[in-house]
C-alpha cells in the first residue's frame, strides 16, 4: 500500500504511518508495528455518547426554527474545492492522543472527517458533520481544542472542535484566502493562520481574551515555505522567504505588551490601547473602566494595524504632525501610513474621512461618555518593511531593524510623509526599545544604549539576563525577564515578579504568591529595598497589572480569562488622601478615608500644623453633616498614625517628637471653630459635634452634663 503521511508522536518520537486505503500504523522507535487500525470505521468509537432515554431530536422543543426543523438532518457537505486532498495528524500536547483528519468516502459521495485515537490506536470519538470542513488541522497543546478550517455559504470561519467530535466556538477570518495550515505556538497562546491569497502568502496571528479572538499582526509575503513555531521558545516563529533567487531563514519574535499612555502627571488619562485587525480599542482608564471586548470607543482604519504607539513628552525635541506634546497624543500605524490623534476633552463625535472611523465600542449607537481621540493629521510611510519595536518619543518615531545590518532607525515628518532621518548601528540585533524619561536601547545580549543627540551612549549598563519589559527611572533602568526576575540596573531586586507597572508615585508589581506590592519610587535607590514593608494586598491567582492612574488610587488588574478589576491599594489611596489634604478639600479627604477603612487621625497626623492653621475650612466642609463630624470626633486617639499603621507611606517623613495633648488641643480648636460658625443665639445647631469635642477629651464628661443641663432648663430638651 502507498503512505500518505508519516509523522513522529511528539515526547517519545513513536512513528505514525498513515497508508493509502486508510489503515493507521503505530511502531516503536525500531519501526516495529504496535497496532494498525482502520481509520474509517463504522463506529463512533469508545467515546461514543450514552442515551439516558430523554427522547429523540425529533421529538424535542426546536425553538424558532418550528416543527419543520424535525425532519432537517446535518448535511455532510462535498468536499471543498480548495481541499489537497490529502491525509492530515496532529498530536495533542501530552501525546496521548492524535486526531486524523482524512476524506470519508460513502458511495458517490465524499467528506472530510475528524477521527480521534489514542497512543495505541484505538478510536476514542468520530465528529460530527460538518459541511465545508477543509484540510487544516491543528490540535491546541494545552489539549481543549481542535482547530480547523470551514467554508460557509457566507464566511470563512477557524472552527474549534472538542475530542467528543462535536464543534465548540469559531471565528470569521477577515482576509480572502486560501488556507493552508494552522499551527499554535507551544504554550498554546498564539494561533498561527498561513493561507494563500491573491498577492501572495499572508500569516495571520491569533490570540484570545475573554472569550474574543483578536487579529494582532498579519504579514503579506509574495515567497513563502512553511512557517513553524519553535518547540520550546513559545514567542518565536520562523519561516523561509524567497528574493532574487536566494533564500533567506526569517524570525519572528513576539511579545506580550500592553500598550498604555505613559504620562506620571494627572492630565494623563491612563489611556489603553487593544488591537485587533483594522480596529484599534481604546479606553481611558481614568474616566471609566470597561473591560475587553469592550471599549469606550474604537478607531477603525483601512488596513491591517502594524503598531500603537502613545507619545513620550521629552522637552525641546519638536514636535511630530503638529501635534501639541501629549501624553495622550496617540499613532496608529499600518503598513503605509502613520495616523496621527490628539485629545478631544469634550467627547466629540470624531471626524471621518477616508482613512479612518471614529465609533462608540457598539457601533455609533453606543456611546461611551469619556474623553475621546480626534483625527489630527495623517503622514504617508513609504516603506518600512523589516522595521519593529516602534516608539513615539518627543516629536520622532523610533524604530530597529535588523537587515541589511542591525540598526536604531529614527523617522520624522517631512512634508506630510514619515521619511527616515538617520540611522544608528548597533553591534548586535535590537532586542527592544523603551521610552520614559529618555530613551534606552536594550541589544540581544542584554546591554542597555542611552540614546541621547543622535548617538547611542553607553552600554549604560548590562542585564543579568535579557529583559522583556524595561522601565527606565530616575533612580536606574528596571528589567523584568521571562523568569520573573526584575533587575535595577545589574542588580537583581526581586526574583517572584510576574509583572509591573509605573505608578506616579510607585513601583507596583504582581508576584508569584498572588499579592500587588506597591513600592515607593524614591525607595529604589537605597541599598537594600525592604519589600517586607511596602504596602501589599492578595491578588487573584495569574492576575497581571494593565494601568495605574497618574495622582489615583486606581489600579486595573486584568485576570488570567481577561476581564478586568479596578483595585485601589492602600499605598495609593494614602497618596490621594495627601494630595487632597494638601488643597484644603477636608470634606473629600474624610469620605476618601472613611470609604476605604483609613484611620481618620490620618487628616490631622499628616501635617498637624496645617490642620490647625485650616481648622476653619476643616469644620466649614466636615461639619456640613454633623453625623461626619462625630465620627471624626470619636476616632480621635492621641497615636501618631503616620508612624505606626502607616510608616511604610511615610517614610520619608522627617521623625517629629509627638507632644501629649494631640486629642484635646484639636478638640479645642474645633469646639471653638463650632461655636464660632454657629449663629444662633443658643449655639445650638452644632451641639452634637460640641459635646463630642467635649467627650472625646475624657476629663470634661461633667462640663458635656452641665451644657446639656442647660439647654433643659431653657426648654431646649427636644434638642
Known sequence: ATTEIYTLSLHDALPILVTGDLNLILMTRDYTPLSETTIHQAEFGEGAFVNVGWGKKETQFHGSEGKTARAVKPEAGDVVAEDDMKVRVSWRGDGEMLVVSYIARVGDTAARKLRVFDRHGALFSTSEDCAGLEHSLAWKPSGNLIASTVTKPNKHIVAFFEKNGLQHGEFKLRTSMDVVELEWNCDSTILLVWGRAKEGHVLEFWTIGNYRWYLKQSLALPQLHRPKWDQEDPNLCQFITRSDGQEYLS???????????????????????????????????????????????????????????????????????????????????????????????????????????????????????????????????????????????????????????????????????????????TETSVHLIAAGDRLMVQLQDARCLQYQDGLLIGPIHQFPRLCSTVIPTEQGVLGLNDRFKLYLNEREIAGNITSMFLHSHFLLATTMDHRLIALPIGELSGSTLRWEEAGSRRAERG???????????????????????????????????????????????????????????????????????????????????????????????????????????????????????????????????????????????????????????????????GLIKKLRKIGRAHV
Open 251 to 425: 524570525s519572528l519574535v513576539f511579545a506580550l505588551s500592553t500598550d498604555t499612555s505613559l504620562g506620571r502627571t494627572e492630565e494623563d488619562l491612563a489611556l489603553v490601547a487593544v488591537t485587533d485587525g483594522h480596529t484599534v480599542k481604546l479606553t481611558p482608564m481614568r474616566e471609566a473602566v470597561i473591560p475587553p471586548p469592550m471599549s469606550a470607543y474604537e478607531i477603525h482604519v483601512e488596513s491591517q494595524v502594524v503598531s500603537v504607539m502613545f507619545q513620550s513628552p521629552c522637552p525641546d525635541s519638536g514636535t511630530l504632525g503638529d501635534l501639541r506634546s501629549s501624553s495622550n497624543n496617540l499613532a496608529v500605524l499600518t503598513h503605509n501610513k502613520l495616523l496621527l490623534f490628539s485629545v478631544d476633552p469634550a467627547g466629540g463625535e470624531g471626524k471621518d474621512s477616508d482613512v479612518v472611523r471614529i465609533t462608540g465600542a457598539g457601533g455609533n449607537g453606543y456611546i461611551v461618555q469619556t474623553s475621546r481621540h480626534a483625527h489630527v493629521n495623517t503622514l504617508k510611510t513609504g516603506c518600512l518593511e523589516g522595521m519593529s519595536n516602534f516608539v513615539w518619543f518627543g516629536g520622532k518615531v523610533f524604530a530597529s531593524v535588523d537587515f541589511p545590518q542591525s540598526a536604531l532607525v529614527i523617522l520624522k515628518s517631512d512634508g506630510g510623509r514619515l521619511v527616515e532621518e538617520s540611522r544608528v548601528q
Open 543 to 705: 492576575s497581571r497589572l494593565v494601568n495605574a492612574v497618574p495622582f489615583h488610587s486606581k489600579t486595573i488588574l486584568q485576570m488570567p480569562r481577561g476581564n478586568l478589576e479596578t483595585i485601589q491599594p492602600r499605598s495609593l489611596t494614602i497618596l490621594l488622601l495627601q494630595n487632597l489634604l494638601n488643597q484644603c478639600r477636608f470634606k473629600d479627604a474624610f469620605l476618601l478615608a472613611r470609604r476605604q477603612r483609613i484611620n481618620l487621625n490620618l487628616l490631622v497626623d499628616h501635617s498637624y500644623s496645617d490642620f490647625i492653621k485650616n481648622i476653619t475650612q476643616f469644620v466649614k466642609q466636615v461639619a456640613e453633616d454633623t453625623d461626619h463630624m462625630n465620627i471624626f470626633l470619636a476616632e480621635l486617639k492621641e497615636e501618631d498614625v503616620c508612624t505606626t499603621m502607616y510608616a511604610a507611606q511615610y517614610s520619608n517623613r522627617e521623625q517629629t517628637k509627638v507632644e501629649k495633648g494631640k486629642v484635646e488641643r484639636v478638640c479645642s480648636a474645633i469646639r471653638s471653630e463650632l461655636e464660632r460658625q454657629d449663629e444662633t443665639e443658643l449655639k445650638e445647631n452644632y451641639i452634637l459635634p460640641v459635646l463630642g469635642t467635649l467627650v472625646a477629651v475624657g476629663d470634661k464628661i461633667e462640663e458635656a452634663l
